[in-house]
């Protein structure tokens, strides 16, 4: 922030003295950027954060006023959050400086997304909930698999099998996987950044990085709705963020060559993995 400061240098031997005056004084702002050139958000009440960047670092003054070309189709707040008001359509929204009206701009398309639909950050839509009660609508996965060889857990650097410990990932439901991937991640700790949770925690795709291991019912969606669509390995089960609380040594698989779902195999093995995102 702006203001005036006196450092003082003092000797350990005499205590002498010497004075600076420091005046700290703003930059003005030349120029703002946003996070997105383009984003879609969900129809009816999808939503999207858009992010402004004030230059310079030092400018005294970053404020941001946001406005939407056609509110009745977009909105944004304050804070630059979006919000898709109708149905359909699109609408401009331009961040303004408050120091020197330097703008940016960001176009924001409203959709509303069927199953098998390309998703906000460019991979397939496979579940579609009836409204944003849960902070989201829509369920996507990336078009290609994450890995198409992860364990559960690793085996230990000696080769020893991981430690079987209930790691609280219990929940099977639709939108339960990305609080399971967190508590399996808390368990285990990042050490390993080869395990399946991690991997897909980490993974950045189409500009996002929300991405997260599947919960069981999440994985089924996946099955039912896109599995002759999206590339997956039809001969081979996927790994799940659910853990099988029964035995604990084995977290649930969904098999996408006939659609079993598994218990049994322990989280040492390796199958393929497919992360997902809310939006």
Known sequence: RDGIATITATSADGNFKAKC??????STVTSVSLNKNSVLVGASGGHYQLLGTVSPFTASDKSITWSSSASGVVAVDSNGIVTG??????AIITATTNDGNKTAQ????VKDFAIGDTGQAGGIVFYRATD??????YLECPPTDT???????NNLSDGSPAPYTLTGASDTSVGSGKSNTDKIIATYGRGDPNYAAVMCKDLKYGGFSDWYLPSKDELNAMYANIRTTAAF???SAYWSSTQYTVDIRGAYTV???????????????VFPIRATRQF
């Open 106 to 109: 960001c176009t924001v398309q």
């Open 147 to 153: 890995s198409n060889a992860a364990a559960w857990k």
């Open 85 to 90: 008001i109708g149905t359909s359509g699109s």
């Open 132 to 137: 944003y009660s849960a902070g989201w609508r």
């Open 21 to 26: 005056t420091v005046t700290i004084s703003g």
């Open 233 to 235: 390995n039809t001969s």
């Open 255 to 269: 098999d996408f060559a006939n659609g079993f779902i598994g218990t049994g195999y322990h989280i040492e093995i």
